[in-house]
């Protein structure tokens, strides 16, 4: 898992600090949240190509949070980008994103797919859950966490010691469930241990508010930005 802080700057960007956009590297997905102005340079600086990003989470509709959506879109479509780009918003990003894809000339054309986020737990792929809750800024504004699953291990020396072979057998313990094996059953507790997925957070925008701490508790890195105290 990799964390890519591409812009941490407020509504106006400074020489060194760019609008906000954030990108999680996680096994084959790319998930970007919020694409301000100039994050297709940043990803560029970064060494990252742009036809990485699988999913795109938008905070809220402030320009500074939205403004390279359509330049990004555009240099994917020209690199022939031939995935879906997933992408995550409060309510009204349908129509936004229509208004959007009007408002500009798209000369070749992505898949994309828009999603209005209207429950905590949005979405679970295989390893990890994407959450929001709505933050305190004005405008409808939202906050998330990418929280991993945690995953269950073989302990190898345990294993080897009662003479189990590699293949199917080991495979049902590390997903959880009994076998039995000469006749004995073996769980998995037994053979197994759990390494606790991990939480990151992202709060921007928002005066302090209960889920804004909801969504940072228990992470293990609560990333908070433009935290208004007015
Ligand atoms: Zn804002």
């Known amino acids: 898992m990799q964390l890519t802080f591409l812009g941490t700057s407020a509504m106006v960007p400074t020489k060194e600090r760019n609008h906000s956009a954030v990108l999680i590297s996680y096994s ?13 340079r940043q990803l560029k600086i970064a060494g990252i190509k742009p036809s990485k990003v699988t999913k795109i989470l938008i905070s809220h ?8 959506i359509p330049g990004l879109i555009q240099t994917l479509a020209k690199n022939e980008y ?26 070749d054309k992505i898949e994309t797919r828009i999603h209005e986020i ?19 800024h004005g405008i409808i504004t939202l906050g998330f966490s990418f929280i991993e699953k945690d995953k269950r291990r073989i302990r190898l020396d345990v294993v ?18 009994s076998i039995t094996f000469k006749g004995k059953k073996i769980t998995p507790e037994q053979v197994t241990y759990v390494v606790k997925g991990k939480k990151l957070s992202f709060i921007a925008d ?25």
């Open 28 to 40: 084959t997905e790319g998930i970007l949240i919020d694409c301000g102005e100039g994050t297709q």
């Open 61 to 68: 509709w402030h320009g500074d949070h939205v403004l390279g």
């Open 82 to 107: 031939d995935r879906v780009l997933e992408i995550y918003g409060p309510k009204g990003t349908m129509e936004r994103m229509k208004n959007m894809f009007r408002a500009f000339s798209f000369e």
């Open 118 to 136: 209207t429950k905590k737990r949005f979405f679970e792929g295989k390893d990890f859950f994407l959450e929001a809750l709505p933050l305190e």
């Open 160 to 177: 080897r010691k009662l003479g189990i072979p590699d293949g199917p057998l080991l495979g049902k313990l590390q997903s959880g469930k």
């Open 206 to 230: 928002t005066v302090p508010c209960n889920n804004a701490l909801e969504l940072a508790m228990n992470s293990q890195c609560p990333v908070i930005m433009h935290w208004s105290l007015q």
